[in-house]
């Protein structure tokens, strides 16, 4: 078979020949007791750089030992570009959200002989599901592999922006001692009212991990957690995602991209927030307006905006986000640290090994499968496409 691998370019100035610690720390199972991926086996050194094109996943020695072919490319976004070109005969695409290839409707017409979109990571609104499902296509993903990853990136975001560290940091690396200006923007998170929309994996972590911080936790999500988990951490439920964002002065997104979600946070939502909440969204880019959180940010209707999800990635160099006031943003890096790529390359290897031998992949790692969302799909998504407009990321390094 024919394996396409998209992943992220090498760092710039080449591999590293050392990283910081010479070894991870044990993780055994995640909180709810999911064993963490289990493959039969791996050729790669933990906490290495794996979701680069020269880390290929820790994959080539084990496909080529099965006869399979492996192309990994970085070049994804243009007419033209080394994916497209390869996607036409392959049977397997694994992509990650860091560095989407979008499989639009168009590239999965394309591709006759596709069987199967894995997502190196958590998150697969970069695949038309609609066009995954029409074409029997199945998407699995690895559930929960960066999950805590990201819920620690959500809190360093909020303590960040809250506590106004960014320009404190600027003002040391600029030989400067000026407390007033260090200061005039700093508040501490004791007492606020904390809440996410939507607490699964990465949500409730993150309220789990706030919680000692003596703040009021609330919570939105289509599914309501069990009274033993609302009671765990004193949540306050909300029915609507306007109740929720009119008395908080953080609110952090962790649902994902769907038809449901996209643009939820449009001018009319940011309109009806506490004045002066905070955002945080790690989820997606696209389930904010663009254009109506940077005038939010000039406005004073948002204190602040962090995360580190943009739509499309790469972001165009003139992406308003870049520039805008009051934000906090990265690349898109909370899910993919040296430890989540550990993770996520070992979860990759394990659906392969059971699409190879013919097992069943495990049901919480299924997005689409025999022609309709399944599994964490099935739980998190609605039916439809989030890819509109991915072309824009062929514009990056244009402008
Ligand atoms: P999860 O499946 O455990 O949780 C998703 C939750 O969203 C579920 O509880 C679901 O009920 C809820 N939800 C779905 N639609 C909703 C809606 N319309 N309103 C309210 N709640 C809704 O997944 P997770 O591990 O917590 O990840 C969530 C998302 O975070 C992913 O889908 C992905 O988009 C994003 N993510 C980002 C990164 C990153 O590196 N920035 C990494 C992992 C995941």
């Given at each position: 078979m024919k394996i396409l691998c998209v992943l992220y370019e090498d760092p710039s100035g080449g591999?590293?020949?050392?990283?910081?610690?010479?070894a991870l720390p044990e993780i055994s199972n995640y909180p709810d007791g999911m064993p963490l991926p289990s493959p039969k086996g791996r050729d790669f050194a933990a906490?290495?750089?794996?979701?680069c094109v020269s880390g290929e996943l820790g994959l080539r020695k084990f496909l080529e030992d099965r006869g399979h072919t492996l192309v990994v490319t970085s070049d994804k976004d243009a007419d033209g570009c080394d994916a497209d070109r390869e996607l036409v005969d392959a049977d397997i695409v694994i992509s990650q959200p860091f560095w989407p290839y979008y499989l639009t409707e168009k590239r999965i017409k394309s591709a006759q002989n596709l069987k199967l979109a894995i997502t190196a990571g958590i998150g697969s609104d970069h695949v038309d599901l609609q066009a995954a499902m029409d074409h029997n296509i199945d998407v699995v993903e690895v559930t929960y592999c960066n999950s805590r990853s990201v819920a620690e990136h959500i809190v360093m975001m909020i303590l960040a922006m809250v506590r106004d560290y960014h320009p404190q940091h600027q003002i040391v690396k600029d030989g400067g001692w000026h407390i007033a200006d260090a200061v005039k923007r700093s508040y501490d998170v004791e007492g606020m009212h904390i809440g996410t929309i939507a607490a699964g994996r990465i949500g409730y972590d993150m309220l789990r991990k706030m919680a000692p911080f003596d703040v009021h936790l609330h919570y939105n999500d289509r599914h309501r957690l069990p009274a033993e988990k609302e009671a765990e951490l004193n949540l306050q439920y909300h029915e609507t995602v306007e109740s929720l964002v009119g008395v908080c002065d953080v609110i952090n997104i962790s649902c994902p991209l769907h038809p449901e979600t996209e643009h939820l946070f449009n001018e009319e939502l940011l309109a009806k927030c506490k004045p002066g909440a905070y955002l945080i969204n790690t989820?997606?880019?696209?389930?904010?307006?663009r254009a109506a959180i940077a005038k939010a940010l000039e406005s004073g209707q948002l204190s602040g905006y962090a995360g580190d999800v943009w739509f499309p990635q790469p972001a165009p160099v003139d992406h308003p986000w870049r520039t805008m006031p009051n934000h906090g943003m990265t690349p898109h890096t909370s899910g993919t640290t040296l430890s989540a790529q550990t993770r996520y390359a070992d979860g990759v290897r394990e659906i392969l090994e059971c699409f190879f031998d013919g097992h069943e992949i495990r049901n919480e790692y299924k997005i689409v499968s025999g022609g309709q969302l399944a599994g964490a799909g099935a739980h998190a998504y609605s039916a439809g496409t989030a890819t509109d407009g991915s072309e824009e990321a062929a514009n990056f390094g244009s402008t």
């Open positions: 591999m590293p020949e050392k990283y910081p610690l010479s906490g290495t750089l794996l979701g989820a997606r880019g696209k389930i904010c307006d």
